[in-house]
């Protein structure tokens, strides 16, 4: 049975589509499901919308300017960049996710909960330090000229390399999260099956492990991708211009909010184009679960094959973590006398008070969606379901604009209502609340939730639903029963990512908060913005420390 | 029942919070938009509160999002003030009918013509140059002159920049945009391109380490950031130098504030606002970020006063508005990133 199940885990495009995967037509119809992705999407749309809409202001003289200038010089980079990121995140991700998953090394458990570490760092925080230590000025360079004379060569660290490296450091803990859900749940089997087809380990991997993992794989590459797209603080630490930074200087240098969303919708048609691709692609194949204590037996690396393992996950960590936090604990120790007050209580509370709530809402209407979309798996969902997530694309400052300007014209208009109805001053009642900064998360981070929650859904085959269904499950007792235990490491997975991400997140985080709510991600931004870095050391130490918490409570749930 | 009960924790939770953000009745207050950060701004509001008693909200951003937000917002906008840390932004607000013209004999008496919008709709506050610093044991202050002069051969590969996406360069070029016209302008920015010694940094802190590193000689950078490298590292081999004291004076740019269109405490936030130009505010700005007051007959800090006096471009600050697009465009044009 195993062989059977595995052996349609391989492309298998002829047979079956993706619409053949669910046994749906004998379920009887309920109108409530169909309807959450088109609700969920509507409310996304409303940035999205706004930004769109933008596309018949006037603003060619920007356009031709931007097109004759810098413009095809953005694309360039941006797409090296991305190509960069998205391969290095792939190989280290996948290389570390299947070493900590499948294989023994000496490190091994320390390694499999410390990669995730970097996570908590936000990029540009990585690539300051990193620019800091390695550039011209830094430590090493400096060192390398007293020895070697002041003409002593060394790679430009402010170029393309340099951004990517940075890049691939901070974003390849997305990939590896996934792919060792992955590979714990059915790597060791996968292999045992590749093995029983006559495959030698190296060819079972690329071969049945790998393409097996492909969703998994593909959904933490893909939110590296949109998040490199995305990214203004980072290129802007390394001066290295892409797209988002045409959008930034048409808003903010042109004082052109319609130009700059309407390079931002461009942005989003082509990440759009680029989901619509990947899932095609990946439709046709099929997934099954496979027990999980199959973990028991790994493959133990001797002698080299070891070192080289241990190598590799102590560099990463090394560089992704323990030098950027060693380096803002050394500056931190240095501010904390003048800086640390009570106040950092309260930034603290706030934050992780704004991350848990905006990971609850974010992995529940995530689950809906899924849940939605595996109901009614026809083309009108499955595009609902990919506009819902495309928040994550966004430039951060352009999609709280985007979600703020239609929600104050929303109050604008209630107030407007209430007078003339009522003869009351309302002032705003909408804006300013805790509920609109969490949609606005919501918004945002609801591609991070839906990947890995959506991934693990496509463990649940059609026959599992069968089966429960002849028992009398139904509806939200077969969710609670039968699939919830079967999605709870992704939905772990969903929630420690958008609790991270949330908590780094500074754009909306300022925008839409009310009064006095403060984060450790706004006090950054208060220091950074005068370049005050090394005093933005302590609250980016706090905010680390703080992003911790749930990755080792995701560990402790996952690791048991 | 996991996910409904989700759903009813999830609905009380949004339930509080809106109760949280619902607008409080105050005693008397105002209400401040601010992008120049707390630090450099909660000194001020403490000293306003004390002296007066009336209460300071305020809630900081960047530039675009808050005039963004003070669009959106209209006429229900909670907001009295807006404070930002350059004339540009406070020129869009303005163009964008976001503030009101304020009259009034102190701020007409405490802030320089060429440092306030000929309209009175926003104010300057303090005074940011923008000057060269260069490496003592490279460059004999001989050498130097003016910011155009940066353009010639005779710098070349020894000239740091920081990144033309901020509004500090922004402001400089569309000054000399003003002074030169555009064409000329573009000569000279075309020849600090050319005298790049590595691509331009980020902020002007880095700038500084290159020159004193060695990687370049000269730099163009806000004083208050060369004051805190030399706080930091009384050692650097940095020096101030403030060019076009012959000509037009040195490039200047204000940190400063308008009142809201629709401000609900416009009496208070004048007050705010007038406050903020006189003696005891002004000597804060100097304190809290070695900046320069506005006000001509306060004294700058001790340690900004040792950098020597200097000649200001007595054009107005508002022009750095007008002419960013413009200034942007053309920086784009000659390759300056």
């Given amino acids: 049975m195993k062989d059977e199940t595995l052996s349609v885990a391989v492309q298998n495009g002829n047979t079956l589509s993706g619409f053949s995967r669910f046994p749906s037509s004998n379920r009887r119809p309920s109108s409530g499901w169909r309807l959450i992705p088109f609700l969920v999407a509507a409310l996304v749309l409303i940035p999205i919308g706004t930004v769109l809409s933008s596309f018949f202001a006037p603003a060619s003289d920007i356009w031709q300017h931007l097109v004759a200038t810098t413009l095809p010089g953005l694309l360039l980079n941006t797409f090296w960049l991305a190509l960069g990121v998205v391969s290095g995140t792939a190989l280290l991700g996948v290389s570390l996710a299947w070493l900590t998953a499948v294989c023994e090394f000496p490190g091994r458990k320390f390694f499999s909960w410390a990669l995730l570490l970097p996570l908590a760092v936000p990029a540009y925080v990585t690539a300051f330090v990193m620019l800091g230590l390695f550039d011209f000025t830094g430590p090493l360079q400096t060192a390398l000229r007293s020895w070697l004379g002041p003409d002593a060569w060394f790679p430009e660290v402010r170029g393309r390399l340099g951004v990517i490296t940075v890049m691939v450091l901070a974003f390849y803990p997305y990939v590896y999260l996934l792919a060792r859900n992955a590979f714990l749940t059915q790597g060791k089997r996968s292999l045992e099956a590749a093995q029983s087809l006559g495959y030698n380990r190296t060819q079972g991997f690329f071969k049945v492990a790998l393409p097996m993992a492909r969703p998994w794989i593909a959904g933490g590459v893909m939110l590296a991708l949109m998040e490199t797209l995305a990214d203004f603080g980072t290129v802007a630490v390394f001066n290295y211009d892409t797209f988002t930074t045409a959008i930034y200087k048409a808003w903010f240098g042109m004082f052109s909010l319609a130009a700059a969303s309407q390079l931002a919708s461009l942005l989003l048609v082509i990440v759009f184009a680029l989901i619509v691709v990947e899932q095609q692609v990946r439709a046709r194949m099929r997934y099954a679960e496979s027990k999980q204590s199959a973990r028991a037996d790994r493959i ?236 933005a050391a302590l609250p980016a130490v706090a905010l680390v420390l703080a992003g911790l918490v749930p990755i080792i409570l995701f560990m402790r749930q996952t690791e048991k | 029942m996991l996910t409904p009960r989700f759903g009813r924790y999830l609905a009380a939770t949004l339930c509080c919070a809106t109760l949280l953000g619902a607008p409080a009745a105050h005693a008397e207050q105002v209400v401040v938009y601010t992008a120049r ?43 009295d ?112 391109v050319a005298n790049l010694a590595t691509d331009p940094l980020s902020d002007d802190t880095r700038a500084m380490e290159f020159v004193a590193a060695g990687k370049c000689d000269v730099t163009l950078v806000n004083t208050y950031y060369y004051g805190r490298l ?108």
């Fill in chain 1, 300 to 535: 133990t690396l001797n002698g080299w094959h070891a070192g080289a393992a241990t190598a590799l996950a102590l560099g990463t960590l090394f560089f992704a973590f323990l030098l950027p936090v060693g380096q803002l604990g050394i500056w931190a120790a240095g501010s904390f006398v003048q800086d640390f007050d009570s106040r950092y209580l309260e930034f603290l509370w706030h934050s992780l008070l704004l991350s848990a709530l905006a990971a609850l809402l974010t992995c529940t209407v995530a689950l809906l969606l899924v849940y939605a979309a595996r109901r009614h798996p026809d083309a009108a969902t499955r595009n609902a379901v990919r506009i819902a997530t495309l928040g994550y694309a966004l430039p951060g400052t352009v999609l709280a604009v985007g979600m703020f300007v239609p929600l104050a014209g929303l109050d604008n208009w209630l107030g407007e209502m209430a007078l003339q109805l009522f003869q009351i001053e309302t002032g705003l009642l909408i804006q300013g609340t805790l509920a609109i900064m969490l949609l606005a998360y919501m918004t945002r981070f609801l591609a991070v939730s839906h990947s890995p929650i959506d991934s693990a859904m496509r463990r649940i085959t059609g026959s599992i639903d069968e089966a429960a269904m002849s028992l009398g499950l139904n509806g939200w007792a077969m969710l609670r029963r039968v699939h919830l235990p079967i999605l709870k490491s992704g939905i772990f997975t969903a929630a420690t990512l958008v609790f991270v991400d949330v908590m780094k997140e500074m754009p909306i985080t300022l925008m839409t908060r009310p009064f006095g709510w403060d984060t450790l991600a706004v006090r950054i931004f208060e220091m950074t913005a005068e370049g005050a870095w090394e005093q």
């Fill in chain 2, 37 to 79: 950060i707390e630090q450099l701004i909660k000194p001020m509001f403490d000293v306003f509160t004390k002296d007066t008693g009336i209460a300071v909200k305020f809630v900081t951003d960047n530039e675009g999002a808050l005039l963004a937000r003070l669009k959106a917002e209209g006429k229900n906008t909670p907001a």
């Fill in chain 2, 81 to 192: 003030m807006l404070i930002t840390v350059d004339a540009g932004n406070l020129w869009e607000a303005a163009r964008a009918g976001l503030l009101q013209p304020v009259e009034s004999k102190t701020l007409d008496a405490n802030i320089p013509t060429h440092l306030r919008d000929p309209q009175k709709q926003w104010f300057g506050l303090s005074v940011r140059a923008r000057t060269i610093v260069y490496n003592t044991q490279k460059v004999k202050p001989g050498e130097l002159s003016t910011y155009e002069d940066l353009a010639e051969p005779k710098w070349k590969g020894r000239l740091c920049l920081r990144s033309s996406k901020k509004v500090y360069n922004q402001s400089l070029v569309a000054m000399m945009i003003a002074e030169h016209g555009e064409a000329k302008a573009e000569q000279i920015v075309r020849g600090w």
């Fill in chain 2, 230 to 337: 030399l706080a930091k590292n009384p050692a650097s081999p940095l020096a101030i130098f403030w060019p076009n004291q012959a000509g037009s004076g040195v490039h200047v740019n204000v940190s400063g504030a308008g009142i809201t269109k629709y401000a609900k405490n416009e009496a208070a936030a004048i007050k705010l606002l007038e406050f903020l130009s006189m003696e005891k505010a002004q000597h804060l700005y100097a304190e809290v970020n070695m900046e320069y007051p506005a006000n001509p007959r306060i004294k700058p800090d001790e340690v900004v006063a040792a950098w020597g006096s200097f000649k200001q471009n007595p054009m107005n600050v508002a022009t750095a508005g007008e002419l960013q697009a413009a200034a942007v465009k053309l920086m784009d044009r000659a390759g300056y990133r």
